[in-house]
């Protein structure tokens, strides 16, 4: 199916929204997200309702972290998301899929493009990762690897660093990707 506009993605990861009991949602959050066509989840959001929260601004998939309650939006261990001629896979860690190496920095392992066609049925242009709650890009053969980092716990915060997610605008042809940061 070809794409007629461009389909802007928000990429979240490494919430850990419990209300009540942790991060929330923020203003500034909530406010970046705005307008976006698809919220992509890569783990660790936490609880259901920081999900439901989430679908008032746009339909919300993704994967399944060490910290998910049990939804039917995020039940699944990897995921391929193919929107035009463009292929995402999905992953909470890269490591334990058996897709790297390492996070930090991304690194391939050796058998990258196998895992890539056993997981996700095919070659990707990119793959979304979490885990870390640092945003960061690497490559692979062929494509990129993406980590949006964290919205509400980014690694740093006590200094003052802030919260991550990445903004996909995807055409057929391709995709473009920026980190966005939330001030505090």
């Known amino acids: 199916m070809a794409l007629s506009d461009p389909v802007i993605v928000a990429v979240l990861a490494d919430c850990h929204i419990h209300p009540g009991g942790g991060p929330d949602w923020t203003p500034q959050i909530l406010e970046a997200l705005a307008g976006v066509d698809l919220i992509v989840t890569l783990g660790d959001m936490g609880e259901a309702a920081g999900l439901d929260r989430l679908a008032r601004i746009a339909p919300v998939l993704g994967v399944r972290g060490q910290d998910d309650s049990d939804d039917p939006r995020t039940d699944q261990q990897v995921r391929v998301l193919q929107l035009g001629t463009t292929r995402l896979g999905c992953v909470f860690d890269p490591v334990a899929a058996g897709f790297a190496s390492a996070v930090d920095p991304f690194t391939p392992d050796f058998n990258f493009r196998p895992r890539c066609r056993e997981l996700f049925g095919g070659e990707i242009n990119a793959l979304l990762y979490a885990s870390t709650h640092t945003a960061q890009t690497g490559w692979f053969p ?43």
């Not at 509400?152 to 920026?178: K, N, S």
Request: avoid cysteine; aromatic fraction near 6%; charge should be negative.
């Open 142 to 184: 062929g494509g990129m690897a993406i980590n949006p980092g964290s919205a509400t716990l980014p690694t740093g915060m006590e200094d003052g660093a802030p919260g991550t997610f990445v903004r996909l605008e995807i055409r057929d042809g391709g995709f473009d990707y920026r980190i966005v940061e939330i001030g505090r």
